[in-house]
């Protein structure tokens, strides 16, 4: 087992939390059962209303309308608060999701080292060969050939080249 550095036992807690409080069946949402897919679809889809619904809050916190006539404010107890709910639902939708910390450790110090890579070396988005043409996530991100965009040109299956 990994040393967690990052997250510790973040998604651990946060199962428990999950488990004992709010009866979450986080099992249930590992089958090939159509319910069980629509329930984890569920469950994480009204997780990321409520990230949106935070990050609206945050955005209460400060002054970000270039029109606006006051001076400047940015309100840090308040901006730390709700980022601490964005980061309960992100821990639900990572549970939910079957995330253990080693993984999430380790998924979040390679993406850090990929973007460092990505600023130190230019990352030109526009660039031939940098993101997919049909669904634009970065090709160095993921695995092409598993990407669902029927039209991918990446993908060595279904068409592309």
């Known amino acids: 087992m990994a040393d967690n550095v990052l997250f510790g036992k973040w998604l ?7 488990t004992d ?3 979450v069946d986080y099992a249930s949402f590992h089958s090939d059962e ?5 329930t984890l679809i569920e469950y994480i ?14 955005r209460k916190a400060i002054s970000w309308k270039p029109w606006q006539h006051d ?3 940015a309100d840090r107890h308040e901006i730390l608060k709700e ?14 999701a ?4 080693d993984e999430l450790d380790r998924e979040y110090l390679a993406k850090m080292q990929k973007n460092a890579d990505r600023q130190k070396n230019g ?6 060969g940098v993101k997919c043409t049909a669904c634009f996530r970065a090709l160095d991100d993921y695995d092409v050939d598993a990407c669902l965009e029927s039209s991918c040109p990446q993908r060595s299956t279904g068409g592309g080249s």
């Not at 309960?88 to 939708?93: C, E, G, T």
Request: with cysteine.
């Open 98 to 101: 079957g995330a253990t910390d």
């Open 71 to 73: 001076d400047p404010y």
């Open 83 to 96: 980022c601490v709910d964005v980061l309960h639902f992100v821990a639900n939708i990572l549970c939910a």
């Open 34 to 38: 159509h319910d069980d897919l629509r």
């Open 21 to 23: 409080v709010y009866n």
């Open 12 to 18: 651990e807690k946060t199962r428990q939390l999950q």
């Open 45 to 58: 889809r009204w997780n990321m209303l409520a990230i949106d619904d935070e990050l609206a809050e945050v």
């Open 123 to 128: 990352y030109r988005v526009l660039d031939s």
